[in-house]
């Protein structure tokens, strides 16, 4: 039996343990492998793992916290070689020119910043979404605080013909993307 993180309750739904545990012993394996050797886990790959939903599985929280945590320490690395690869220039211009991309997509008027769904599909709510592109704007042109943190567990309302789900979130892990590039 397993004890790597507790278990939601009995009733409740968790993540399902064996799905969890297999992940992270490919993570442990790519971790370890040696600069050059491809691996399938990287932070972007950790950012978009899903698992399934069990009874009594493990509890979602400290299992997204962990997520986090590797997906900090992969980009680290990956970051470090890169840099000893290309450079500080290199990757800073990169960080750059994704940041620049990312304020051209939130600087349009409110309620066009992405596309929208179908009258009768639901899709992110426009006014949240908007609200929260506000925020990470303040972030980029006038320093203003905003977590990575705050980025990664966002959570929108649905809305009836909202904004596009998967633009969106792409364009939220672009914005982590630019955090963690351009962190200490």
């Avoid at 959570?155 to 993307?177: N, S, T």
Wanted: hydrophobic share 40%; net charge negative; proline share 4%.
């Amino acid at each position: 039996m397993s004890t790597t993180f507790p278990r939601a309750r009995r009733p409740e739904l968790g993540y399902n343990v064996e799905q969890v545990e297999d992940f992270l012993e490919e993570a442990r394996r790519a971790y370890g492998a040696a600069p050059g050797e491809l691996t399938v886990v990287t932070a972007e790959s950790i950012r978009h793992t899903a698992f399934g939903m069990q009874k009594g599985g493990y509890s979602t929280k400290p299992v997204d916290a962990a997520l986090e945590r590797l997906e900090d320490a992969f980009f680290q690395r990956e970051r470090e070689r890169k840099l000893k690869e290309f450079g500080d220039e290199a990757w800073y211009a990169q960080a750059r020119t994704t940041a620049r991309e990312i304020l051209g997509r939130l600087a349009r008027p409110a309620g066009t910043r992405f596309d929208r769904v179908g009258r009768l599909t639901n899709g992110y709510h426009r006014g949240d979404v908007d609200e929260f592109a506000d925020q990470v704007v303040a972030y980029f042109q006038d320093g203003l605080p905003i977590t990575v943190d705050e980025v990664r567990t966002v959570a929108f309302r649905p809305q009836r013909g909202g904004y596009r789900e998967a633009q969106v979130d792409f364009v939220l892990d672009a914005i982590v993307e630019v955090m963690l590039a351009v962190r200490s």
